[in-house]
Structure formats: structure tokens, C-alpha cells
């Protein structure tokens, strides 16, 4: 069985309703709402781990919006919590994966808490709580060195796009060493405290590769190889490191590959741990490079996408993207539609279970 999008069939009327709402967006929306009701209550399963072909199943997972997210700042090592958009985004991702049918045996995540308070919510919105989820630094987002606290655009406007662009997205040049004296380095950080000449000043794509790749060799892959099905959620070049890799992406095209916020990537795999075609037998339409499904679909992937570049590089927009009115609406109705996290129409699988047999003994019991 080939992977297939989610359909969106049962979702149009959700869809139309919401849209009359915020239709007035300009190319300054501030989230595609398509990525909300694909995980409506109605959505059906469209992506299972139970699969007939191939035992290796992985999925990517970056963290929701943190607090430097929102302001357009560089982030780097320093250890940003997610903000209350970042936490329903962690849930939405979450109720993506409890709707697609996937189970996971493990998670792996950084040390840095706005993607290990994503999985922690992730795995609560899926009933998966009880899974192991390992930490380690190899996993953290690649430093942006000296540019780390800096506004985005600000340094644009200062460096240039393209400039700016080869910092963030290519392989081998990374943005200027981070002095010994600044203000977040993290070699002031506790956790740091026993690896301190581990610690980068600077970070470039190539480098982070080497240190992902430790990772992946000596603990995804073989659990992978064993059969367990793995969620790993981190940050976007630590993933991009991973995923270029795994898709084979030359290192003069992955200037060209970004990864959304809080949206699920799901692969399976052959047995080389190779990824296995889509349905359609093409690359995906969001960035023509990956055979991974985007359990957000492939549209509402392209649109977060054409957001975060403007947010970053087109400096004649003034407005923060990640702010304002359509923010907020967003934010008060997706609080509305997924309700409290601890409402106990979120239990796990297992409770879902546990409370059919219940049912069933009852209805038993009520007959005798």
C-alpha cells in the first residue's frame, strides 16, 4: 500500500464555512488554514503504518512557533520556548498523526525545549505518552553563530537576500563565528556543562550534517532496521541535514529545500533505508525534492512555505507575518475547535479501546 494525500472531501463544508471568514487575506496571510481541517474529527485515514511492503516507516516533525519565531529572529542553540500558537501548532500536528493511523515505537528530539515540549504535546494529542523519547544534542539546530538574536530582515537589509540565503540555506558557508562574549552563547548553559569543547561557534549545513549523521548511523537506523516505526522532531536544517541524506539532495540543490513548522512528514522505506515512491510515483509539489508525504497536503505546505520567505526576504513587507488580527483568529478558532488538551475526547488509542470493550461488557451485562 502507497502512501496517498489526505482527502478532503469530508472537509469542504468546514472548508468553505471558514474560508467566507477569512477570505480577505491578502498574500500576507498569516497561516493556511487547509493544514486545520485536515484533521477535523471527520478526516478519515489516509496514511497507515500497517503496511504490507515494508516495515520501515519514519516520520519528521519540526517544532511549533517559538518566541524568536514569532519576532523573525535567528535562533541557533538558544533555548526559545514555543508560544501559545506554537503549542496549538504542536497539537495540530499531533491530531495529523492521530488521524493518519500511524503508531510510533519511539521519538527522538533535541536538548532544546521548544521541540521537546513539541513531541511531549504531539505524543499527548496521539494517546502515545508511553513511548521512550530520547534527547541529544546531535539533533539541536545547526548555530547561527554572531547572527543568533538578530531580526531576520534587519540583517537583509544589511547583508542582502542572497547573502542572507546562502547563511541559512547552503551547504557549506556558515554565518560568522559567535563571540566568545555574547549574550547567548551556550556555553553558559548548564546542560552544555560536560561537552563544553563540543560546543560550535558557527554552524554551516555540512557541519551540522557530520553531527546528525553520528546520530543517525549509531541510533535511528537501527532502530529502523529492527522494524520500530520513529518520529523525529527537530528543527529545520537539523532535518534538513537528515533529509538530505536520506533523499540523496546534492549539495548545490538544498539551498532550495525548507521545512514548515509543525508539519508531518512521513516516509517508508525500503530495506537500505532508501525512501519508497510516492503514489504518484512523483516528488512532492511543495518542494519538488522529497518522496515523503506531507500529512498536510502539499498545497497548504507550498503557502507556509511562500510566507516564511517573505517573512525573511522581502523587506517591503513591513508587518510581521507571524503577528496581527488573521493570527489571532486563527488562534481563536482552532482553540475552539480542538478544545482543552486534557479534554478526555483526546484519550489515547488504547483508552479508546479499553472504553469500546468496557461498552461492549456492559451492553453484556445489561443482556444477562
Known amino acids: 500500500m502507497l502512501l496517498k494525500q489526505p482527502s478532503m472531501i469530508h472537509q469542504i463544508a468546514l472548508q468553505k464555512r471558514w474560508t467566507q471568514v477569512m477570505r480577505s487575506h491578502d498574500h500576507n496571510s498569516s497561516l493556511p488554514l487547509r493544514i486545520f481541517h485536515r484533521v477535523n474529527s471527520t478526516n ?14 519514519l516520520c519528521f516533525l519540526r517544532h511549533g512557533q517559538s518566541t524568536w519565531n514569532r519576532d523573525n529572529r535567528f535562533i541557533g542553540w538558544t533555548d526559545t520556548p514555543l508560544t501559545e500558537d506554537g503549542v496549538l501548532e504542536a497539537r495540530v500536528a499531533g491530531r495529523m498523526l492521530r488521524s493518519s493511523g500511524l503508531l510510533f515505537d519511539e521519538a527522538h528530539t533535541s536538548l532544546l ?8 504535546l504531539v505524543l499527548m494529542e496521539m494517546g502515545q ?5 530520547y534527547k541529544h544534542w546531535r539533533l539541536n539546530e545547526r548555530s547561527y553563530g554572531d547572527l543568533v538574536g538578530l531580526n531576520k530582515k534587519e540583517v537583509v537589509k544589511r547583508f542582502g537576500k542572497d547573502q542572507v540565503k546562502r ?10 563565528k559567535m563571540r566568545d562574549d555574547h549574550e547567548h552563547h551556550p556555553i553558559r548553559d548548564p546542560r552544555y556543562r560536560l561537552m563544553l569543547d563540543e560546543i560550535p561557534a558557527s554552524e554551516s549545513l555540512k557541519c551540522t550534517r557530520a553531527r546528525s549523521k553520528v546520530y543517525w548511523d549509531d541510533v535511528i537506523a537501527p532502530s529502523l532496521r529492527s522494524g520500530k516505526t520513529v518520529l523525529v522532531v527537530g528543527h529545520e536544517n537539523n532535518l534538513r541535514s537528515i533529509i538530505m541524506r536520506l533523499e540523496g539532495i546534492l549539495p548545490q540543490d538544498i539551498i532550495n529545500l525548507s521545512i514548515p513548522r509543525a508539519v508531518p512528514l512521513a516516509y517508508r522505506l525500503d530495506r537500505d533505508l532508501k ?15 522529497l518522496r515523503g508525504t506531507w500529512l498536510g497536503g502539499d498545497e497548504a505546505v507550498q503557502e507556509i512555505l511562500d510566507r516564511d520567505d517573505k517573512q525573511v526576504y522581502d523587506t517591503t513587507i513591513l508587518q510581521n ?30 483508552r479508546c479501546i479499553v472504553n469500546e470493550d468496557e461498552h461492549e461488557a456492559d451492553k453484556k451485562v445489561s443482556a444477562v
Request: glycine share 6%.
Open 321 to 350: 507575518l507571524e503577528k496581527g488580527s488573521d493570527r489571532d483568529k486563527w488562534r481563536m478558532w482552532t482553540e475552539m475547535a480542538m478544545g482543552r488538551a486534557e479534554d478526555q475526547s483526546f484519550g489515547a488509542h488504547s
Open 275 to 289: 525512501p519508497m515512491p510516492r503514489a504518484d510515483g512523483k516528488f512532492d509539489e511543495a518542494t519538488g525534492m
Open 113 to 120: 525545549r521548544r521541540s521537546i515540549r513539541t513531541v511531549n
Open 44 to 57: 478519515r485515514r489516509s496514511f497507515t503504518s500497517i503496511n504490507c511492503n515494508t516495515p520501515y516507516n
Open 167 to 176: 547563511w541559512r540555506r547552503s551547504y557549506d558557508e556558515p554565518p560568522p
Open 129 to 133: 505518552e508511553y513511548i521512550p523519547v
